[in-house]
């Protein structure tokens, strides 16, 4: 699927829109890291990155796309809706009793490719999937997406050192790189910055670009299959936790939250004019 | 196979250690099949060097990171890979459980997790290195199977196992030339085996403890306690219709094991009991609340934690009390 620039844009309004609309139903989710990687979302979906199927969601030769962040599972599960690997009325189930869709995804779910949401594993098992395919000799991406906050857990860094001595070129990371973790800044609890130059320094090809622009991601994760180098590479997003409403952008009390009232007018009306 | 005599039937298996009986199948097995992954964290065995040298692409030095070479293997086994991972003991469960509880049991993968020195068999290394709360922390993980070869042939069946089973699997592999109790048929579809029956008491334990056992036994005989063995040597799934049984026909239990006596195979056959509702005497003998920290060879160690054979009895007898005085006025 490949959308030009203003339909990516497009997407990723009604892709906010569901997710806070889950939010509010549920009366819970992890809403800024959701916001702050639907635009990473769309673009790998709908910007001609991923190769998947729908309707095969166990198409051998798909790409693989790993959640590492599970808590941010809303925008995944949005995406997967708007798609149609599941129903879309099925989103409004979201955190429900007996729903297929929790707070943190499972493979249960059409288009989940792993458990996730305790943090730090989802590099280790993508490194696996890729290294799987190049035993294989196919030409499938394993993409997964970090939280920067994520970062910390060292099992990220054994992961890191593992890929880029097996040469694991179909391995991208993306590190949503929106500087907050749950309850703080993340250059206040540990330093993360230089970020880029940590994963350079573990041997990664590194691209930094703004994770809001459509144009950066989609430039920079272009013809990811026909690259040269022999590294993984990684893509540092930087972007805002809470993206696309004021209120909550750059706040780190929306780490998790449910906007109501006033605020979740004003958060549905900006949603909507974008 | 039942006899008093500590049974020694295959010479030729006899003559392997039990960690080169496992390395040596699996090698065959590797060989007949591209799609047998092994990943080690930096550890290796005399007998794995013909794998790493015949086999090097199915053969992963993932270093000194647990947590990675679980997560790898997941990713492997997610790719239709048959994945064993092999570390010492500790470190590859206690180290990255929740790895193990997420990435490999959670999805219900085929990968095998080969645990060197169960127990206290690194001696003189100390605590660190001591596996003696494993059992009680992996049973909890779901569809696990955990298996604790007690001899060469075992130990060589349990490869097989492991590669035909679609499920997780916690092997506590032992190292050695324990005398084989086992013909070369056996699978591990029973999960325990009666190795010797007795009428008074039934010994029910595991791996190298099992050899212990049959000392055990010929000391009690001097007593006139005429005691069963029984080796459970597939500690999870318990063959609950099996042990059920055996349990049922036996006037008292002793659980004997290189391991706490908290959440191990004693407290797996309490479990049991507890569930079908029955009532015996049951003593668990195994490690007591210690950290280990006495240095010295197995042997020793043995001695000093009260799992030599002269202080188990001792111990088995004191329990016996009545029993054992009237057995005794008897004779």
């Known amino acids: 699927m490949l959308f030009q620039i203003d339909e990516l844009q497009r997407k990723a309004k009604l892709i906010r829109g569901r997710i806070l609309e889950m939010v509010v139903s549920a009366n819970k989710g992890h809403i800024g890291g959701a916001f702050s990687c639907s635009d990473i979302l769309v673009s790998l979906y709908y910007g001609g990155i991923l190769r998947y199927d729908p309707g095969k969601p166990d198409w051998s030769e798909r790409d693989r796309f790993i959640l590492s962040k599970g808590h941010s599972c809303i925008a995944l599960y949005a995406v997967l809706a708007d798609l149609g690997y599941f129903p879309l009325q099925v989103l409004s189930s979201f955190c429900q009793n007996g729903s297929i869709l929790g707070g943190h995804p499972d493979r249960n779910i059409p288009g989940v490719e792993i458990d996730t949401g305790s943090l730090g594993h989802g590099l280790g098992v993508a490194a696996g999937l890729a290294l799987c395919a ?14 920067d906050g994520e970062c910390y857990e060292g099992s990220v860094w054994e992961a890191a050192l593992f890929s880029a001595h097996h040469e694991l070129n179909n391995l991208v990371v993306i590190v949503d790189r929106n500087r907050q973790c749950a309850t703080d800044f993340t250059e206040d609890c540990n330093r993360l910055d230089p970020l880029a130059d940590k994963w350079r320094a573990f041997n990664w090809d590194v691209r930094e670009i703004n994770g809001h622009s459509f144009v950066e991601l989609t430039d920079s994760m272009k013809e990811l299959r026909s690259r040269s180098s022999s590294r993984p590479l990684a893509v540092i997003a930087n972007t805002v936790k809470g993206k696309g409403v004021s209120l909550m952008e750059g706040k780190v009390r929306w780490h998790h939250g449910v906007p109501s009232g006033e605020n979740l007018d004003i958060a549905r009306k900006e949603i909507c004019q974008g | 196979m039942m006899t008093d005599s500590h049974p020694v039937i295959s010479q030729d298996i006899s003559e392997k250690d039990i960690r080169d009986a496992f390395f040596d199948h699996l090698y065959d097995l590797a060989a007949k099949d591209k799609n047998l992954i092994f990943l080690t964290a930096d550890m290796g065995a005399l007998s794995l060097e013909r794998f790493r040298n015949d086999l090097g692409s199915q053969y992963i030095n993932a270093g000194i990171a647990e947590q990675n070479l679980v997560s790898v293997a997941s990713g492997l086994a997610l790719g239709g890979k048959k994945v064993f991972i092999y570390a010492i003991a500790p470190f590859i469960t ?38 003696i709360d494993d059992i009680a922390i992996m049973r909890n993980m779901p569809y696990i199977n955990i298996l604790n070869p007690s001899d060469s042939v075992l130990s060589e069946a349990a490869a097989g196992f492991a590669y035909e089973s679609n499920d997780p699997i916690y092997i506590r592999l032992d190292k050695g030339r324990p005398p084989v109790l086992y013909e070369r048929d056996i699978t591990f579809h029973d999960g325990l085996s009666v190795l010797k029956q007795g009428q008074d008491l039934t010994i029910i334990t595991t791996g190298i403890m099992v050899h212990k056992a049959f000392e055990i036994v010929g000391e009690l005989a001097r007593y006139s306690i005429d005691a069963a063995i029984v080796d459970a040597y597939r500690i999870k799934p318990l063959n609950d219709v099996m042990m059920t049984d055996i349990i049922s026909r036996s006037e008292k ?3 004997i094991e290189e391991h706490s006596v908290t959440g191990g195979l004693g407290s797996a056959v309490c479990d049991l009991m507890a569930d079908r509702g029955i009532l015996k005497p049951i003593k668990r003998i195994g490690i007591r609340h210690v950290n280990c920290t006495g240095y010295g060879s197995r042997e020793w160690l043995h001695e000093y934690y009260g799992l030599d054979s002269r202080s188990i009895c001792k111990e088995v007898i004191s329990w016996l009390g009545d029993f054992l005085c009237t057995k005794i006025k008897k004779y």
């Open chain 2, 94 to 131: 206690q180290r990255c459980y929740e790895q193990i509880k997420i990435d490999i049991c959670g999805m219900r993968l085929p990968v095998t997790i080969i645990g060197s020195g169960p127990g206290i068999s690194y001696g003189s290394d100390g605590p660190t290195h001591h596996a």
């Open chain 1, 134 to 147: 190049k035993m294989e000799e196919r030409d499938c991406l394993t993409i997964v997406l970090l939280g």
């Open chain 2, 253 to 255: 239990i002793i659980t």
